[in-house]
């Protein structure tokens, strides 16, 4: 009776232990380093300016510890939320951008764009490391699906292309 038992506690301790790892291993999030695909390429490492007012807001939930910030310029939820704003950035500041990758959640399915970089506030005399989401992804209804780019802070006119970018 004893072994039995003892036999029955080790499966049970194996089965919630594959149980955990497969429940971490569906949901934890994927990314994909993009940076060298259109329409990315054309702004990674390079210094773009901004064509209109930007803020940098104090952001709790940060994809890397490195980008804490949040730069925002009116294309995402962000600018009506109560997040704390911590400088706002002028029209023809130089921003540089390190890093693009696609974000897929697994528990939700949503993908999304975000764009690492730096800059600097002459007001502050301080430099920011940001993430910004960029994009759209078009997945209901489609057989294709594909990406469209709104108006960016640094863009005269938004992409009107169609973009096929493979999510993770």
Excluded at 79 to 87: G, N, R
Excluded at 131 to 157: K, V
Aim: aromatic residues 16%; negative net charge; glycine residues 6%.
């Amino acid at each position: 009776m004893k072994k039995v038992a003892i036999g029955c506690g080790i499966f049970l301790v194996l089965v919630i232990g594959t149980v955990t790892l497969l429940f971490y291993i569906l949901t934890r999030p994927k990314y994909r380093d993009v940076a060298t695909e259109k329409p990315f390429s054309e702004i990674l490492s390079q210094k773009i300016i901004t064509k209109r007012p930007t803020l940098i807001l104090n952001y709790d939930l940060p994809r890397y510890e490195d980008y804490s910030y949040h730069l925002e310029d009116g294309n995402g939820f962000v600018m009506e939320s109560d997040l704390e704003t911590i400088v706002e950035i002028p029209i023809g500041t130089e921003v540089e951008i390190d890093k693009i990758e696609i974000h897929t959640n697994r528990v939700s399915g949503t993908s999304s764009v975000y764009l690492f970089g730096n800059v600097y506030s002459q007001e502050k005399q301080e430099s920011y490391s940001f993430q910004y989401t960029w994009g759209d992804y078009h997945l209901i209804y489609e057989d294709n699906p594909y990406w469209t780019f709104e108006l960016a802070f640094w863009q005269d006119e938004p992409l009107t292309e169609k973009y096929f970018i493979d999510v993770p």
